[in-house]
């Protein structure tokens, strides 16, 4: 081979190197991108300050000619891929976008910051119960073509919605053995964004992304599929017969059954993937268990945390991208914290030990059931929702009631400090929620002796998203 040349210009004198100086150039330049590429993002610490500040705050009512059955609660909230806005559910209501304040995006929170008030920058009035709903993973603002969701709902298809304006981009419909539309009962993308997971009563239907309509690849199943999550070629559905089902999924989109996972009480309501890919966490309805599973040894949960599931309701929880902290709700509205440099929620269960409750952290933040949780995926940022259904007492009229301030622990203690912000104090009407009572440790004793709980009358209603500080505050005092 001939001698190469290579002249690379002085940035400063604007002679050319050497061969000698060019070569160590290269290698230095190589070396400081190997260590800008390992350092390129490191996830901040979380709930260090033991401080929950309240940055912005949206909340919802029902309509004052709407019916009294007519309930406007959250059922779910999840942060963008980019972590610009936040796609929300709300029963009766349709679909929600909410933008994240351009001063979030970075820097630190002051304690004495002035409350925002959110309000919706896209509103889509889907009618019918929505089922389930994701965000395209490869999602970015810049890239207008990205920015998209998917919704899959009660007597409809699964549909594309536009993050920027909110149209219809396209549908995907699946059709059972006589050719009717059935809707799917949940959804997911793939890693890569290329194909479509939807899950229905007996089979798992995949879609390509670029190929609306009804050109589907769809594999048999035992039991319906209501939850999903993806970890590269692997897929865990979680089904209303309270059991787990794990499958390798080929490049070809074909579906192998690895094994099944039983432990739950209840149907299963979401399944979610450690950022290592070994963990998966479980929760069901109307079970007070987080079930901690090694995929490698299935057999039985390798760890069993504990929260409040009184209903049926799902309750969403989140893992951190760092994969150190587990944050879930409660239809107590209390949200729990496992740190797993404080608590080792990802080791095995030791038989020995009394399995009750060991949450790092515990803060009320909500008078009726926290539902929704999102971390969001770079900045020290907590989305929760609050709300769920309830029967009206006819004898009594609703009283308004609404929480906001920043949340402080101490020592596994809880304190509310309320925050002076007339505008932060959104009141919520006509609506009666069950809220079970708020206390700093997790007692269920006299919740457990009253008959009928989820039957219980309350006058107290909050049916709200909020978004909090989670991070460093340095001058809080």
Known sequence: ????????????????????????????????????????????????????????????SRSAKAKNDVQPYLRGC???????????????????????????????????????????VIHVKEAGLVYDFCWF??????????????????NAPIQMWDAFDGSLRCSYRGFNAVDQMEPAISVTFTKDGSKIIAG????????????????????KIGSPAACFDTCDNLLAVGSWNTSISLYNVNEMGTYKSIGKMHGHGGGVTQVKFAPDGLRLV????????????????????????????????????????????LVTGGTDGVLKVWDEDQVHWKSSLDTTDDQGDNATYKFP?????CNSISLHPLRPILA?????????????????????????????????NTASNDESEKLNTDTNKTTNEMELDDNESDKDS????????????????????????????
Request: net charge negative; charged share 25%.
């Open 365 to 369: 933040l909500h008078q009726d059931c």
């Open 200 to 219: 229905y009563k007996k089979y798992l239907r995949t879609f390509d992304v670029d190929r609306p309509g009804r050109d589907f690849a769809e594999h």
């Open 450 to 477: 009253e008959p009928n709980v989820d039957m219980k009358y309350s006058d107290v209603s909050e049916n709200s998203l909020v978004f909090w500080w989670i991070g460093e505050v340095s001058d809080l005092t």
């Open 384 to 416: 929760t929702g609050s709300g769920q259904y309830h029967i009206v007492d006819p004898l009594h009229s609703p009283e308004k009631k609404c929480t906001s301030g920043v949340m402080k622990v101490e020592n596994g203690a809880a304190m509310t």
């Open 78 to 120: 999840k942060w963008s891929p980019d972590g610009t806005c936040c796609l929300t559910v709300v029963n009766n209501d349709g679909v929600h976008v909410t933008e994240l304040s351009r001063d979030l995006y970075t820097g630190s929170v002051a304690a004495n910051r002035i409350i925002d008030v959110m309000d919706s």
């Open 1 to 60: 081979m001939g001698e190469i040349s290579m002249e690379i210009q002085s940035v400063d004198a604007g002679e050319p190197l050497s061969q000698d100086e060019a070569a160590a150039a290269v290698v230095e330049n190589a070396e400081a991108l190997v260590t800008d590429e390992q350092n390129f993002y490191q996830y901040p610490s979380l709930f260090t300050s033991k401080t929950l500040i309240e940055l912005s705050n949206s909340s919802w």
């Open 137 to 154: 993973p490869l999602m970015n603002s810049q890239v207008p073509e990205s920015c998209c969701w998917l919704t899959t709902r009660q």
């Open 282 to 325: 479980s929760g069901a309805r109307k079970d007070h268990r987080l079930l901690v599973w090694d995929i490698r040894y299935y057999r039985r949960p390798l760890n069993i945390l504990s929260r409040v599931v009184d209903t049926n309701q799902r309750v969403y929880f989140d893992i951190s991208p760092c994969g150190k902290y």
